[in-house]
């Protein structure tokens, strides 16, 4: 899978990119990111990537040519299967999202900025549009970052079988029961009997038990969701 990501504050997805495993997932060819810098693509001699709106007291505004510049020429190269902005005014973003873009070969994400970005983006050249909750974060960078992460964890051979993804929560709607390791007692803070039993089955059991009243406890909403 690629990943090509638009912003005008490249520096702050080095990081997330170059560490752990979204770095082991970059190193065996798995996922291929490219971070653009969308002032590469403005014609302005300041590089300047935004301006006033024409509504007053708006702010400032992400123009429209240099990102379809960006966007065009990217898609010159390769068929995209979804454009996506990052926006707090959109959908929120869950785990469905992420298995279903995790499915796909080429995807851009364009991370917004400033008070806004020109409305004709959105109408022309975005494809799908996401949140990643309901709070408002300085630009759409983080939140590329959050949805590379759950995207990039999905594909096959980024993670080992232990952690595998099927795993998670909400891969079966249920947050996921508590896990301990050694030592079985600690200051006399035990280890539940039951997971030193050697009995899988009771142990299959008590997990899921415990996801379901953990889940019913903190989210109650993942079980009407069912
Ligand atoms: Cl995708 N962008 C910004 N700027 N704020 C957010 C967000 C995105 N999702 C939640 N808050």
Redesign the pocket.
């Known amino acids: 899978m690629r990943i090509d990501i638009l912003t005008v504050v490249p520096e702050l997805l080095e990081s997330p990119f170059n560490h752990s495993i979204l770095k082991r997932a970059k190193d065996k060819g798995l996922a291929d990111i490219h971070i653009h810098n969308i002032r590469d693509w403005s014609s302005d001699k300041h590089k300047r990537v935004d301006d006033y709106a024409f509504s007053k007291g708006a702010g400032m505004v992400m123009s429209i040519e240099p990102i379809d510049k960006a966007i065009s020429e990217l898609k010159s190269q390769r068929i995209y299967d979804e454009v996506i902005?990052?926006?707090?005014d959109?959908r929120?973003?869950t785990q469905r999202d992420a298995n279903q873009l995790s499915l796909k070969t080429n995807l851009i994400l364009l991370?917004?900025?400033y008070k806004g970005i020109d409305q004709r983006v959105r109408d022309h050249l975005v494809t799908l549009e996401?949140?990643?909750?309901?709070?408002?974060?300085?630009?759409?960078e983080?939140?590329?970052a959050i949805?590379s992460d759950a995207i990039v964890r999905l594909l096959p051979g980024v993670l080992s079988d232990e952690t595998s993804a099927l795993t998670d929560s909400f891969q079966d709607g249920l947050l996921t029961p508590p896990v301990y390791t050694r030592p079985a007692d600690y200051k006399g803070w035990k280890v539940p009997d039951i997971l030193l039993s050697g009995n899988d089955l009771l142990i299959d059991d008590w997990k899921h038990d415990q996801a379901y009243e953990r889940t019913k406890s903190i989210r109650p909403d993942l079980l009407n969701n069912k």
């Open positions: 902005f990052l926006t707090p959109a929120v973003f991370c917004g900025h996401i949140s990643i909750g309901d709070y408002v974060l300085t630009g759409g983080l939140a590329a949805v």
